[in-house]
């Protein structure tokens, strides 16, 4: 049973995440580093000036950094593929338990994915470039993590259950972080200029639907292909 | 998925029921453990402080629209 999770969620998490790292490199990464230089220029002057008040002070030069380049690209090369094998395996975890009819059913899967981990965090706490003014990390990371579940628990009630009672119960616990709120900075600032985040927005959004319906498709198809009757040997292993 | 059928002559709807709930309860285990590994990989890359971790997955992390630096 786990094995036909974990092949069906490494291949898909593969095809996925290379899906994903060849639009990013040629769409959002160039904005990325566009937005990089602006962070750059005033944080080495910020740099100088307080430096004897940060004497002592641990840079993060010394954690490890991709160099610029193919360095770069095949680090977040990685990065993609331990995040998309990490929702493929959350999609085919749901596919045991109520297996796609036909492999165009996992592209409905793979939009509940899109609205759960990209749609609802993002009218919170929308793409940002680097050097964009946000309010305390761990603090949007729980917000983040808490919007996901609850449009998670929200939507499947919505859609699976029977009575309009929990439906609607269902579109409430949707709709409470975003009454709740994302954290926000005191002063919103970016250095980056404004078309070019509205850019990256899109761009970001646009990358994330391709690559969470191609992943719902996928995986429904591989999911699928590997329940032959009869066939399948890994089946009926235990754990 | 196949419920294999029990092997025993005795067989009864009871020894039926049980390997359905045996193969639904194995079903279900293995779901819960791979969301959690799932949920495990996606925080590992995406939302872990640790620096070199957030060094070279920063550009997934932006992209994503996961909360950074």
């Known amino acids: 049973m786990f094995k036909r999770i974990a092949q069906t969620a490494g291949f898909t998490g593969l095809l996925a995440a290379l899906l994903l790292t060849l639009l990013q490199s040629f769409w959002v990464a160039p904005l990325i580093l566009e937005g990089e230089a602006y962070e750059e220029a005033p944080a080495a002057e910020l740099h100088e000036h307080a430096e004897g008040a940060m004497a002592g002070h641990v840079h993060d030069e010394a954690a490890w950094e991709p160099e610029n380049g193919w360095q770069r690209v095949l680090s977040t090369a990685g990065g993609n593929l331990v995040v998309a094998v990490g929702f493929a395996l959350m999609l085919a975890a749901l596919y045991t338990l109520r297996t796609p009819s036909r492999a165009r059913e996992g592209v409905l899967w793979g939009l509940a994915g899109y609205a759960v981990f990209v749609l609802a965090p993002t009218l919170g706490l929308p793409p940002e470039l680097p050097g964009t003014v946000a309010a305390d990390l761990t603090q949007r990371q729980i917000w983040w993590v808490g919007t996901a579940a609850s449009t998670a628990v929200g939507l499947a009630l919505m859609v699976f259950a029977k009575h309009w009672l929990l439906k609607a119960v269902g579109a409430v616990i949707l709709v409470v972080p975003h009454i709740v709120g994302a954290p926000q900075p005191a002063v919103h600032s970016a250095l980056a200029p404004e078309a070019l985040e509205a850019q990256f927005k899109i761009a970001s959004l646009l990358t994330n639907a391709v690559f969470w319906i191609a992943l719902g498709w996928i995986s429904a198809w591989l999911f699928r292909r590997s329940d032959a009757p009869g066939t399948q040997t890994g089946l009926n292993h235990a754990l | ?69």
């Open chain 2, 1 to 69: 998925m196949s419920i294999s059928t029990p092997r025993q002559t005795s067989g009864t709807t009871t020894t039926t029921t049980s390997v359905v709930t045996a193969a639904q309860s194995q079903r279900l285990v293995a779901a819960v453990s791979a969301m959690f590994l799932g949920a495990f990989l996606v925080y590992f890359a995406g939302f872990s402080h640790i620096d070199a971790v957030h060094n070279a997955a920063h550009d997934t992390r932006h992209s994503s629209a996961f909360p950074c630096h």
